[in-house]
Antibody
Framework: QVQLVQSGSELKKPGASVKVSCKASGYTFTSYAMNWVRQAPGQGLEWMGWINTNTGNPTYAQGFTGRFVFSLDTSVSTAYLQISSLKAEDTAVYYC??????????WGQGTLVTVSS | QTVVTQEPSFSVSPGGTVTLTCGLSSGSVSTSYYPSWYQQTPGQAPRTLIYSTNTRSSGVPDRFSGSILGNKAALTITGAQADDESDYYCVLYMGSGICVFGGGTKLTVL
C-alpha cells in the first residue's frame, strides 16, 4: 500500500535551517508529483507548491519563494523540504502529499516544525 | 490572486444532510477546476474524500458526494454521523500543477 512517512518533529532557533523528509513506498516514486502543504497552528491548509518527480523541477506558490526549497533523492524515493532563515511564523505542521492528475491523493503524517528562541 | 471561499462553519444534526460549498471570489467554479474535497480531524493528516468534482476516493462511504451547484462546488453529507465532525477543505486545480485551498469549513454534528 502507498505510504508517505515523514521525518520527526523539529525545534529550531530563528535564523536556522530545517530539512523535512518524506519517504514514499508502495508505488513507483516517479509516477506522481509531490506536493507540500503547510498548516500553521489553528489555521487552514495552505498549498506550498510541488516538485516534478521525473525532472526534479519545483514550482513554488506565492509566499513560498526564496527560503523554501523542494528537492528529491529518487534513489531512496524521498522528497525533501528545506526552509532556511527560519522565522517564528514558519512554525507549522508541514505535509507532503502525492498528486494524481488533478487532486492530492496520499498524505504523509505531517512534521511539526517549531521555531522558537 | 485566486481566493477560494468556503463557509467558516456549519452544523448538522445526526442523521441529517448538509451541503458545504466551495466558490471563487471572482468567477464560477466548474468541473474544469476539478474540485476535490478533504476531511481533517484535529491532530490528523487530511484524508482525500472526493476528486474530479464527484469521484469518491477508495474507502470513502457513499454518503459523501460531490457536485457542482450553481456556480460552486459542493460536498454533500447524507446521514451525518458523529465522526463526520471535522474540518473540510476544498481544493481547486488551476492547471500546471497549481492547487488552491479554500479556507476550510468546520462541521459540527449536534
Amino acid at each position: 500500500q502507498v505510504q508517505l512517512v515523514q521525518s520527526g518533529s523539529e525545534l529550531k532557533k530563528p535564523g536556522a535551517s530545517v530539512k523535512v523528509s518524506c519517504k514514499a513506498s508502495g508505488y513507483t516514486f516517479t509516477s506522481y508529483a509531490m506536493n507540500w502543504v503547510r498548516q500553521a497552528p489553528g489555521q487552514g491548509l495552505e498549498w506550498m507548491g510541488w516538485i516534478n518527480t521525473n525532472t526534479g523541477n519545483p514550482t513554488y506558490a506565492q509566499g513560498f519563494t526564496g527560503r523554501f526549497v523542494f528537492s528529491l533523492d529518487t534513489s531512496v524515493s524521498t522528497a525533501y523540504l528545506q526552509i532556511s532563515s527560519l522565522k517564528a511564523e514558519d512554525t507549522a505542521v508541514y505535509y507532503c502529499a502525492t498528486r494524481k492528475d488533478t487532486a492530492l491523493d496520499y498524505w504523509g503524517q505531517g512534521t511539526l516544525v517549531t521555531v522558537s528562541s | 490572486q485566486t481566493v477560494v471561499t468556503q463557509e467558516p462553519s456549519f452544523s448538522v444534526s445526526p442523521g441529517g444532510t448538509v451541503t458545504l460549498t466551495c466558490g471563487l471570489s471572482s468567477g464560477s467554479v466548474s468541473t474544469s477546476y476539478y474540485p476535490s474535497w478533504y476531511q481533517q480531524t484535529p491532530g490528523q493528516a487530511p484524508r482525500t474524500l472526493i476528486y474530479s468534482t464527484n469521484t469518491r476516493s477508495s474507502g470513502v462511504p457513499d454518503r459523501f458526494s460531490g457536485s457542482i451547484l450553481g456556480n460552486k462546488a459542493a460536498l454533500t453529507i447524507t446521514g451525518a454521523q458523529a465522526d463526520d465532525e471535522s474540518d473540510y477543505y476544498c481544493v481547486l486545480y488551476m492547471g500546471s500543477g497549481i492547487c488552491v485551498f479554500g479556507g476550510g469549513t468546520k462541521l459540527t454534528v449536534l
